[in-house]
């Protein structure tokens, strides 16, 4: 009776394929890391102090916080004639980091300028958020710049 042998080598490499997928980690088994400053992560809310709706939603992407959406309007009054700038945009993987519990980002806004801005400081005591907002209207004779502060306040997680 002859006996068939399966060569040393095949062996080897079902071995290996075996030990290579049972030590495969999934990522769906992997945990998002915490950030610091967890506290900041979710929707705030506020006014400028045009009385304008300031929205921003800081949110933990990879263990890192950034600024997901924001949404503001801006406007600028000459005579009788009105212009507004109002943007709302969000972007999964965020627009900026948190990093020191502030932010500063170059806004997409229609008719804006490269060198606006949205910027923003936390206070992890207190829940608040303070910050500026610069828009330029170009479309507007002269490009006039329009400066606004606002506040906003941490909403409840649902």
């Not at 500063?104 to 229609?110: D, F, H």
Request: with cysteine.
């Amino acid at each position: 009776m002859k006996v068939k042998s399966i060569p040393a080598s095949c062996i080897l490499i079902a071995a290996l394929i075996v030990i290579g997928v049972s030590c495969k980690k999934s990522t769906e088994d992997t945990p998002t890391p915490t950030p610091d400053f967890s506290q900041l992560i979710g929707g705030w809310s506020g006014l400028t102090n045009d009385n304008d709706t300031v929205n921003i939603v800081v949110s933990n992407v990879g263990g890192i916080l950034k600024v997901t959406t924001y949404e503001y309007t801006v406007i600028y009054v000459s005579g009788s004639s009105k212009w507004t700038h109002w943007t709302r945009t969000s972007y999964s993987g965020g627009f900026c980091n948190v990093t020191n519990k502030a932010f500063s980002l170059i806004p997409e806004m229609s008719g804006g300028s490269p060198a606006d801005s949205l910027s923003g400081t936390f206070n992890v005591t207190n829940l608040t958020l303070a910050g500026n907002i610069k828009a330029t209207f170009t479309e507007v004779t002269g490009s006039p710049v329009v400066r606004l502060t606002y506040t906003a306040t941490k909403l409840p997680t649902k």
